[in-house]
């Protein structure tokens, strides 16, 4: 990987532990609930985390801002990569088929979840149909599958990381495309590094639920 500077990028991506705690809640409740097939209200967050409405309003709203949240009405159906809209990454789960805002979010959140899932995506140079199959923590392609990883400036997390976020169906691809996008920084990562970066920005989910349901 590099110089690849893996802590910075989750920082930016994921972090939000100098975030309010409202921006936290409606990250954590609006993901797990959307794995659940439930695409959760504000006030569903509410009751779910304890916090005021008018608490997770404004974490809503900052969410929005940050582009890191999808709604329709008063329906959170996107957030923390996660999304029932379709997009050019289909994640399909044992229970759901979902889709998510970038390749990252569709191999990481999978694996740092402990699911198993077949994720299908297309290489933006030559179109050709990728499919990763995850399982146990890992995932494993029939190529040399490789993820151009964003590091350029991040205000919006869907218009700025997730839209070159991709898997590429080689090494090679991912060059030819930065030929023809000098102006796009990042870095490529193969499928192991990806799972890597998917369990440090997605792990802390996991080991919340584990407590949840510990805690019954
Ligand atoms: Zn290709």
Redesign the pocket.
Known sequence: MGDFDQDTLVAMLADTSEAPGAVAAVQYHGLVSLLDGLPPTVSDIAELSGLSPDEVEDGTRALIDAGRIELDGDRVVGVGGLTLNTTGHALSLPNAQMHTWCALDAVGIPAALGLTATVETR?P????RIVVHVADGGATAAGPVTLFCPTGPCDNVRTDFCSAANL???PI?VSDWRAEHPSRSGEDLDLAATVDLGHAMWGRYQHARDEAETSG
Request: with cysteine.
């Open positions: 290489c140079h030559c179109g050709a590429f169906c080689s691809h």
